[in-house]
Each structure stands twice: as C-alpha cells, then as structure tokens.
C-alpha cells in the first residue's frame, strides 16, 4: 500500500526472560506525558516523575514467595535487604540537611506519636480497617487545588471503591488493585472505573518494613505533595502500617474521544442503580473520582476463585516441564473476563510478561471485536477491555463476533497464530475462549484442548454447575471436536504428526457468585454489543492528538489515498455480488491485512472471492471511494511505516458504531452515509448469510 506521508521506525517487542530470571527484577517504564496528559500543571508533573525514575529506576520486584490469594495476606522485611532512609515516587533519597525551623518542628512532632497508632481529636480515636466512605474521607485525604491533586492516608486492610479515572501513585507502603500490587518508588498507573463494568477498588497492605521510622519519612513525602496546613492534618495519622498514595485527575485522547458523544459522556460516572450510594462532597470527587459505600460491592471473589489463582500462579512459579497453558473457558456471562485480568494481574506481581491467546471473537481483550490475536502483556490490566487497546504481536481478522458460520476458519486462524509461538518459549500463556458452550461451541472447545499444549484447564460456573460436561482429561478420551476424534491426539501429533499418548493436565472449576452472574448487564453501557463499540470507539480515539484540545470528528481528519491498483478488496461474512462490492465496503470498517502474495490489477479494483486466513495489522474506515481517479480514502491510526505492508482490505461483520456516523458536526442539510429511506421489510435488503460449517445432527442423512 502507498502513502503519502514519511515513514517512522517501529520497535519491536523484546523476547520475555525466563520466569526464574526476572523473579524481583521488573523494571516498568514510565507514562510518557504524550499517553496521559491532561493540562500544563499535569504535563510538569509527568516530567518531574519521569526525571525521578530515571535517577533510580523502579524494580519489580517480589523478594518474597508467590503470595497466596486464598487466605490472608502476611508481609515480612526481607533478610539483607536495605531501602533508601526515604524514598517518594521513585526518587533518591530525601536529605534532612539545613532543615528549616518547620521541618524540624514536623521532625519532633512525627517522632513523639511514631508507632503509637492513635488518633487525635482529628478523627476518630482508632484505625478501623473496611472500606474508606463519607466523613472518613475527610480525616485522611486532603487535597492540594493549587496543583490539582490529593493525597490518601489508608491503613492497612482498608478499601476505596469508587467510578471514575485516575492516575495513581503510590508514595509509601503498598495497595492493591485487581490483584495487581504498587508499591512505592513504581511509576503512576492509571485506573479506569467506567459505569459499564464492575467497580475498581483500592486496598491498602502497609508496609514491608517495620523497623522504618514512619514520621520522618511521612514528613519528608507529603511536603513534596502538600502545604503545611494539610500535611500537618495527615501526618498524624501515618503509622507503620500506612500505606500513602497520590491521585491526580487523568484526561486522555481516549477519554476525551468518548466524552464528545452524547451517549457516552457519563461512561465514568456511576449508574442510575449507584447514584444514592455515591460519595459527592469528598476532597476526591474534583479529581473525576466518586467514591462509594460500602453498600456498593466490588470485585467478588468466591473461595474457589481465589484458590485456582493460587494453584496457577503456584504451578507457574514451580517446576514445570516447559511453560503453563491455561485455557479458560465457559458459559456467558461467568466472569471469565475478569478472571483474566485478574491472573495476569496476579502473574504480573511475579514476572515480566505473560503471553495472552485470543479465542473470543464478541468479547476481546485488546483489540476490536471480530479478531483472534496473539498478545504479550507487561503492563496491568486496571480498568475493562476499551481502556487499554493496544496492538498484539499477531493477529487475524475474522471479521464476525461469532464463529458458527465458518467453525473451519475460525480454528485453523488460531493454529495460524499458534505457529507464529517459539515453542522453546517459557512464559506462561493463558488462552481465552467464547462462552458458546453447548453443540458445535463446546466441540469447539474440545479441539482446542487437544490442538494446544494446555497444562489447566479452568472452566468457570455458577449456581453448582457448569453448564457443560465438565472438561476432564477422562471425559477428553471420549469426547468428539468438530475437527477431533477419539483416540485424541495431543498437540504435538496436529504440529508434527508424531504419536505420543494424550498429556494430560489439571482441570480447575471455578464457581462464580457475583450479583447478576449468569445473567447480561441491562443497565447503560453495560450489554455485550454497548462493550464491542466501546473497544471500537477506543481503537478510533487513537487518530486524536494526544495533546489536550477539542476533538477532530473523523469527517475532519485527512485521509490517505491509496490506489485501487495497490489492494484487494475482499468480504468475510458473507457472499456479495462483485458489483456491489465496493457499495458494501464505503464507509465501514476495514481489517488492514497482508497477503502473502502480490496483488495484480488489470485495471480497477482488485476483488477476493473467499476471505483469507492473513496477518492484520490494524484497522481503517474507509472514508470514500474516488472510481474516476481509482483511489479509496482510508482513515486508520496505523503507522505509515506499518501501512506500506497493506495489500488486502477486509470488510466483515463489525459495523462502525452509529454515534460515529450520526454525530456529524458541521453539516447543515442531509448527512453523508445516513438515510433514512429503507426499509429491511423487502426483499433481498438484508445481507446473506450462508452458513459453512457442519451439518446439525437432525439434518445427518436428510440431503
């Protein structure tokens, strides 16, 4: 494909290191301010932060076993192991030199109550754990209008649920978010709690050290961060077990993308059903956050739950012949997402990467829906799919958020995307699969135990049951896929038709017992199809200007020009006349694929008959379509370097969210792409659907 516009280097991404290399050796890089940047005093705050990791990069870290999930969480200094006198966001130490006559006043005052653990008449006499809401808020946080940030005193075991963004940084101690632990001297990590998904809450775990002298180093921290009226107010309440964090408020391309629809402009507020129980008049609220009571549930994690992400993350960290496997998998609506994030989250705490296969087409983590990829994560996940979109090392474009039409195609993409996987690769992987767990679905499922290496199989439930043979080793012996039969083949026979008996692995049940398990979200935002636009509209917020400003409606951004000579045009889900072809494809959606061969035009546009199984690179709207200059106008956040590799055009089932087409400012009289002059009652308005895969059993010997 040729663009108009210069070229950029493109990195590629490093091979992982072994899982018992990198144990307490994690480095992250920080937030550049071009990712999250929200105004001129936030863009200097960012610089300062960035300039402090680069003095004393952060390290992650654990200089500890694998904790457990199942039980309490216990923490102990480790033997040898010396901190800096003081440490604040990731800078070298504070010197105590030349103090002034404040700072020593803050010096005798934070020694007389160190380790003493009791309140003044501030607040209350003693530090109750349990969730943080309503007048406890204003004993222990305060906040700094001149610079537009808070600072939060928690004691350990305490919790802050809220709605709303943030930029969190912890300044002493340690929290947990999303099993994902941040301990002081780390970079910022932004949180997203939208109304579409369940709500993010902060624990606090104190600190590892009991032999620090809290007072002194509180003072030192919160001077940096607060004037002294407020510093005086919270340093009292800093014991050995505090955990102190920064919030600051976060405004990014994507946020202020998805706040210019009307629709969307409360995302991060909390929903009608949370209203009565959000905490308005809190020194956080300025900051985009609102917290909730404790009325308001979080994250539930049901005993069962918390044990297979012990036994995971224990196996990771254990001896294993060759890297974990983990295929999770069952019914609609059980939480599998979640479970996810939640362990790589928990693997996060113990290495650097983990490798993430997609097989959800409806429900994807990290890309549009519609597509299978191949993903390595280092970053945690802390807020839904939409809010960290990201480009996978490899991916396929199937081009529907179902497989049942073409199960042939659907499983051969994913042995496409498990070949372009270093067998000798020791990171763990974790497989994620669609909640269609009956008929044809679940023998889906039953091939892919057998076409991949699985070492746990976690299959997720609700109410005793998991809606499904549960997919026992002994049950696989038997057990018929659409593509295999018994006796089973192992991975192993598909990839190298070697004969080795079946491998087995662990088979983990899960049983969720959230609010509403089993059951679709039928507040705002919160169906199935509301979250496939979301990740969509968040793929597009990736054309705005990371610098803050108005946004650009798509109408306005400038397109590339690529010839029609330069690509093929094909259609995934379904048969449409080749003179209709390019009707179908103007203005929608379009997978940014390569074919292995080169594309030839004998003039005009070049049509695919069959959708290929080919590497995609991204996505486009393909804005107009010039036949006298044989030119199509593509909009697409891909880089241009990546652009030029382009040579096939892919229109599939994923339609273009309807606010991007309704919303069109600056047009008077009739809007382009809109009509309102159809009608699907006549014949052949409808697309065809033709279906490609096996034979219902009813429908067995009928033909």
């Known amino acids: 494909m040729k663009v108009n516009k210069h070229t950029s280097q493109v990195k590629g991404h490093s091979k992982s290191l072994k899982w018992k290399d990198v144990r307490g050796k994690r480095c992250r890089p920080p937030i550049t301010s071009s990712e999250l940047n929200s105004s001129p005093v936030m863009a200097t705050m960012i610089k300062e932060h960035q300039a402090a990791v680069k003095k004393k990069p952060a390290v992650k870290r654990l200089k500890k076993k694998a904790k457990s999930v199942s039980g309490s969480k216990k923490s102990t200094p480790q033997p040898g192991f010396k901190k800096s006198h003081t440490h604040a966001n990731g800078s070298s130490a504070f010197t105590m030199d030349n103090e002034s006559d404040d700072s020593q006043d803050w010096k005798a005052y934070a020694q007389s109550i160190q380790g003493n653990g009791v309140e003044t008449s501030d607040g209350p006499e003693t530090v109750r754990s349990g969730r943080l809401e309503g007048e406890s808020l204003h004993y222990c946080a305060e906040r700094d209008d001149r610079r537009n940030h808070a600072v ?74 607060l004037p002294p009226a407020s510093r005086k107010k919270l340093v009292r309440r800093i014991s050995t077990n505090s955990t102190v964090i920064l919030l600051e408020p976060m405004e990014t391309s994507l946020t202020r993308f998805l706040s210019s629809f009307t629709d969307l402009s409360e995302l991060f507020s909390p929903p009608m059903s949370e209203l009565m129980s959000a905490v308005l008049d809190t020194p956080l609220n300025g900051l985009g956050m609102i917290p909730l009571v404790s009325t308001i549930e979080g994250l539930s994690m049901s ?28 019914t609609k609506n059980v939480g599998k997402s979640t479970f996810i994030r939640t362990l790589i989250n928990t693997l996060l705490n113990h290495t650097t990467s983990i490798d993430y ?129 018994p006796p089973a083949q192992t991975a192993l026979d598909e990839f190298t038709e070697s004969h080795s008996p079946p491998r087995s692995y662990v088979h983990i049940i899960v049983q969720s017992d959230f609010q509403g398990v089993g059951r679709q979200g039928t507040a705002k935002h919160q169906r199935t199809n509301e979250h496939r636009e979301l990740s969509l509209l968040a793929y597009l917020s990736q054309m705005q200007s990371p610098d803050p400003g108005p946004v650009r409606p798509l109408h306005c ?53 069959q959708a290929p199984i080919c590497p995609c690179v991204g996505f486009g709207v393909l804005r107009g379509i010039d036949m006298v200059r044989g030119l199509y106008f593509l ?34 009289g009739e809007m382009p792409y809109v009509t309102t002059d159809y009608s699907f009652d006549l014949t052949g308005a409808g697309k065809l659907r033709v279906f490609k895969g096996l034979a219902r059993p009813g429908q067995i010997g009928m033909r």
Not at 587 to 597: D, Y
Not at 646 to 666: D, E, F, R
Request: overall charge negative; some cysteine; charged content about 15%.
């Open 152 to 225: 939060l005193v928690m004691q350990k075991g305490q919790t802050l649920c809220f709605r709303g963004k943030c930029f969190l940084t912890c300044l002493y101690g340690r929290v947990e978010v999303m099993e994902f632990t941040i301990e002081e001297g780390q970079q910022s990590y932004p949180l997203f709690s939208p109304a579409s998904h369940c709500p993010l809450t902060i624990t606090a775990l104190g600190s590892t050290d009991d032999t620090r002298d809290e007072g002194m180093e509180a003072t030192a921290i919160l001077r940096k961060y």
């Open 303 to 330: 005993k069962t739950y918390r044990d297979a992400l012990s036994a995971v993350v224990s196996a990771c960290r254990g001896d294993m012949d060759g890297c974990a496997v983990i295929l999770v998998c069952g």
């Open 357 to 485: 296969l997609e097989a959800d087409l409806g429900q994807t983590e990290f890309t549009p829906a519609g597509c299978l990829s191949l993903s390595t994560v280092r970053e945690p996940l802390l807020g839904p799919p939409f809010t960290h979109q990201r480009t996978p090392d490899h991916m396929i474009y199937y081009g529907q958020s179902s497989c049942e039409l073409d199960l042939d195609r659907y499983l051969e993409s994913l042995k496409s995307l498990w070949r372009q996987r270093s067998q000798s690769r020791e990171t763990p992987i974790i497989i994620n699969t669609m909640g269609w767990v009956k008929g044809f679905g679940f023998q889906l499922l039953v091939d892919m135990i057998r076409f991949f290496p699985v070492s746990h199989v976690v299959q997720l439930g609700h109410g005793g049951s998991t809606q499904c043979p549960a997919l026992t080793p002994e049950f696989l012996r038997t057990a018929h896929g659409c593509q295999t039969h």
């Open 557 to 609: 951004l400038t397109p590339y020009q690529v010839p029609q000579s330069a690509v093929a045009v094909g259609v995934t889900h379904c048969e449409v006349a080749p003179s209709h072809m390019l009707y179908a494809a103007n203005a929608s959606l379009v997978g940014l694929c390569c074919l292995g061969e080169k594309v030839t035009s004998r003039g005009g546009p070049v049509l695919l008959s």
């Open 635 to 668: 909009l697409t956040p891909v880089d241009p370097s990546i652009l030029r590799k382009v040579n096939c055009l892919l229109l599939g089932a994923i339609s273009l969210p309807s606010c991007i087409v309704i919303t069109q400012p600056g047009f008077e």
